[in-house]
Nanobody, 123 residues
Framework: QVQLVESGGGLVQAGGSLRLSCAAS????????MGWFRQAPGKERVFVSR????????DYADSVKGRFTISRDNAKNTVYLQMNSLKPEDTAVYYC????????????????WGQGTQVTVSS
């Protein structure tokens, strides 16, 4: 069992930065790949990024590549999403999730989810 709690969201101007954190409970954290998804108003939840359990292999959606960086600290049971050069279209609720199996881009491949944190980017 893994419980996930996101934090770090807020209101920021376009071009600004935010760092999201996802704190996990449970000893299984270090053996799980972790992902970030986001859901904008009126839209489906979509993949943002994923980090392998080893902390080395990472993947990003094309829309955030070069601007967002995912990382993890297994000693702190925490995964991070550093978001730079934010754009109004990044506005969404951001969720972290623990990967289970299947394609990394699909929400159904993740079996534990946090409650989400709101990110709003003003123009």
């Amino acid at each position: 069992q893994v419980q996930l709690v996101e934090s770090g969201g807020g209101l920021v101007q376009a071009g600004g930065s935010l760092r999201l954190s996802c704190a996990a409970s449970g000893r299984a954290f270090s053996s799980k790949s972790m992902g970030w998804f986001r859901q904008a108003p009126g839209k489906e939840r979509v993949f943002v990024s994923r980090i392998h359990w080893n902390g080395v292999t990472t993947d990003y959606a094309d829309s955030v590549k070069g601007r967002f960086t995912i990382s993890r600290d297994n000693a702190k049971n925490t995964v991070y999403l550093q978001m730079n050069s934010l754009k109004p279209e990044d506005t969404a609720v951001y969720y972290c999730a623990a990967y289970s199996s299947g394609g990394m881009y699909y929400g159904s491949s993740y079996n534990y989810w946090g409650q989400g944190t709101q990110v709003t980017v003003s123009s």
